[in-house]
């Protein structure tokens, strides 16, 4: 009698576990089909995202670049100089209606300082070297987007300088966007999509996968789920973080 008792016993478990492997495997098919659409509709390119695209040129030829006692003509970006921390270098070249068809640059800086004059005039200045209540914050790299007077300023020079405090980013120069403020930054948003989906679908799944603890009545079951949901939440997070989606 004991014995057909466990051995039911042992059977229910069995069905129990079965019955949650197959709930949790439905959710990662379901998750994998969400992000297989959601990959398939973000490579198509809309009407609005191909026009929005078309406002947007790249400004990476034709430079002067100088730094140290060398200048550099006809320079394309993105380079990477071999200069010290907290040595300074300059881009420039002149404004004309040609190479600046729209009046907003998108600049990337990469844990340094960026200033842009026009001319004689600072129309920019970014400075990373932040404090807080004397302690120094970590180094931001980040999105800028800086308006330029064309019209006003056609024929003068615009110069911009960097200068980082890092010896991975020490001469490095970005390539540079000119274009519309929102088609700009949509730009971004495209560049980042796969990340994007990726990072959501992964939270999404590992939330999932939480909810699926509260169904499973095998503690050694439980923990594992547990720390498999929290693995994954933790890379979601991470991936959306790394993005330069926020920055």
């Given at each position: ?32 089909i ?20 078309k ?11 100088s ?87 056609l ?15 020490a ?43 509260f ?26 973080s ?6």
């Amino acid at each position: 009698m004991f014995r057909s008792k466990e051995k039911w016993m042992n059977s229910m478990q069995k069905e129990q576990k079965n019955s949650t492997v197959k709930k949790i495997s439905n959710i990662i098919l379901l998750i994998v089909i969400l992000l297989t659409l959601g990959l398939l509709i973000l490579s198509t390119e809309t009407p609005e995202l191909e026009m929005n695209r078309k406002k947007v040129a790249p400004l990476n030829s034709d430079w002067m670049v100088s730094y140290r006692n060398t200048v550099v003509t006809n320079f394309t970006l993105p380079y990477d100089i071999d200069l010290d921390p907290g040595e300074t270098y300059t881009i420039q070249r002149k404004i004309t209606e040609e190479d600046f068809p729209y009046s907003i640059m998108r600049l990337r800086s990469s844990m340094m300082d960026i200033r842009v004059t026009v001319g004689e005039e600072v129309i920019f200045d970014y400075n990373i070297t932040d404090t807080f209540s004397g302690f120094h914050l970590p180094y931001p790299s980040s999105w800028q987007l800086v308006r330029l007077p064309v019209q006003e300023n056609l024929g003068k020079v615009l110069k911009i300088t960097f200068t980082s405090p890092t010896k991975e980013f020490a001469g490095y120069l970005n390539p540079i966007l000119i274009g519309e403020g929102e088609a700009l930054i949509m730009d971004v948003i495209y560049e980042n999509r796969i990340n994007l989906v990726v990072a959501i679908l992964i939270s999404l799944l590992s939330l999932a996968a939480f909810t699926v603890v509260f169904w499973v009545k095998d503690p050694s079951v439980r923990k594992q789920i547990t720390h498999l949901a929290s693995f994954g939440l933790v890379c979601g997070i991470w991936i959306f973080s790394e993005s330069t989606l926020l920055q």
